[in-house]
Every structure is written in structure tokens, then in C-alpha cells.
């Protein structure tokens, strides 16, 4: 019995698998290398499982830890296997070429995409906005990160709400699905002026966050 299945083995499944067993969730970690898999479950914690892409994801929520076109290549290989499953889709489909836009048209976004490719899936768009560093230390400036969720199912912004929420840090849910075009263009604009030399201190542990 696995809580979360995180997909990919780089730097932001390390940092969400941290948090899911700060919440006290088992993780299961699969890789297309099942040697890098083996390795983050290691780290993680005793009775984290691992595997390849050849394994069944056994989390009630599956976190797409990939970029855009590995995750819509993870998603077609799994189809079906995820329905019912709570999707996390997190990534950044920013053009990497400019800097200066994002790889999906403006009427719709890289987590519309991925549920387009999961009919039976309750895909959720989170942690595209927490960058890897600080969701690893689980806070930023002593603050509690910011997660931005939206989905068209409620029970899964409610279900990925009380795990963010039980690793430390603060869900807001922003609403439907399409809100996703709104994250992922607010983190493009955070990775602009990251990389705008102009802002010298903006870093990989530059954070984005309300005050209150
Ligand atoms: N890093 C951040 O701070 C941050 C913050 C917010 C959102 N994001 C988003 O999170 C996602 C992951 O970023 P990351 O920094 O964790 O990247 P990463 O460290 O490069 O990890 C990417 C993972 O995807 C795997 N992968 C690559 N190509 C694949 C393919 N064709 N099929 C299956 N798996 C493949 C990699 O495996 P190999 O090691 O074998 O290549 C690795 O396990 C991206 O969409 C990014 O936009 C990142």
C-alpha cells in the first residue's frame, strides 16, 4: 500500500518525495532508470519502494516529476493504468530557446495537455511555482512555501491541499483546471527575471509567495 508514486528521480522528485515523507506518506519512486529510482527511494526513507517505467503506479496520487514532453510521453504509456488516480502535473513548458514563452498556446496549458492524454484521471497542476531548493528545506525565509493548486476535481485539490499541507507547507487553491495557463505563465515570468542578469540575487532559491 503506497500513498504517493512519484515519477522521475531529478531534482523535484527528490524535493516532493522529502516532503511526502515530512507528511508521513510511503513513496513509491519509479525512473526510466530503475538505478536512479532505487537510489532517491534509498534516500528518502526505509520502506520507500522504487522500480522502472515497466511498474504499476500504486499511489492514490502519481506526481509527474518530468518535463512536459517526458511527462505527455509517461502519460500515453500509462493511460488508463491512472484512472482514478489524482495526477500531479508540475512542469514548466517553458521555451528553454528565449526564455520568453511557454511551449503551449495561450488557450490552454502543459496540465490541460496531460489530462487531455488521462480522460480517467483527476489531474491536478501544483509545485510548478516551488522551486526545487526550498521544497526540499520545506521553507523558505522561514516561511512556509507557498503550493498553488488547481483542478477540475475538487476531492483531488482537497486531497493534494491536505498533503502539501501536512508536509508544511501552505496550499492555496486557485480553482479549475485552466488556471493551470495562469501558474505556468506567473513561473515563467519568475524564470525571466531569473534569468535577467539585471536581477543578480533572483536564484534557484528564489521563492514565490504571498504575504499576508
Ligand atoms: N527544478 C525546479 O526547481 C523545478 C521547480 C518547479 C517545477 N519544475 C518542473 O519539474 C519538472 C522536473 O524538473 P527537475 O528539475 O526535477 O528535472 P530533472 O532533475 O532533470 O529530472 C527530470 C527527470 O525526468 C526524467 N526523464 C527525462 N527524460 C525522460 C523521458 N523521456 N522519459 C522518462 N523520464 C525522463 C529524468 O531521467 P534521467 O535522469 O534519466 O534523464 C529525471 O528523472 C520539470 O517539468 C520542471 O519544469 C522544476
Known amino acids: 500500500m503506497t500513498d504517493i508514486t512519484i515519477i ?6 527528490r524535493a516532493i518525495g522529502l516532503r511526502a515523507i515530512a507528511a508521513g506518506r510511503s513513496v513509491q ?7 536512479n529510482a532505487a537510489g532517491l527511494a534509498a534516500e528518502l526513507a526505509e520502506g520507500t519502494t522504487s522500480g522502472g517505467l515497466g511498474d504499476v503506479p500504486e499511489g492514490d496520487i502519481v506526481v509527474l516529476a518530468l518535463y512536459f514532453e517526458p511527462a505527455k510521453e509517461v502519460a500515453m504509456h500509462y493511460g488508463d493504468t491512472l484512472s482514478g488516480k489524482t495526477v500531479v502535473e508540475i512542469s ?3 521555451n528553454m530557446e528565449t526564455g520568453d514563452s511557454l511551449v503551449v498556446g495561450p488557450g ?25 531548493g526550498p521544497l526540499a528545506a520545506g521553507s523558505s525565509h522561514g516561511m512556509a512555501l ?13 486531497e493534494v491541499a491536505a498533503f502539501a499541507a501536512a508536509a508544511g507547507l501552505r496550499p492555496l487553491q486557485v480553482g479549475a483546471l485552466r488556471h493551470a495557463r495562469e ?17 543578480e540575487s533572483f536564484d534557484w532559491t528564489t521563492t514565490l509567495k504571498i504575504l499576508d
Open 183 to 199: 501558474l505556468e505563465g506567473m513561473q515563467l515570468l519568475v524564470i525571466g527575471l531569473q534569468l535577467n542578469p539585471a536581477y
Open 108 to 132: 490552454t496549458s502543459a496540465a490541460e495537455e496531460i489530462a487531455r492524454l488521462l480522460p480517467g484521471a483527476r489531474v491536478v497542476k501544483a509545485f510548478n511555482t516551488t522551486f526545487a
Open 92 to 94: 514548466n513548458p517553458v
Open 8 to 13: 522521475g528521480a531529478g531534482n523535484m522528485a
Open 146 to 158: 507557498d503550493v498553488f493548486i488547481a483542478s477540475d476535481s475538487e476531492a483531488a485539490r482537497n
Open 29 to 35: 519512486v519509479l525512473d526510466r532508470s530503475p538505478e
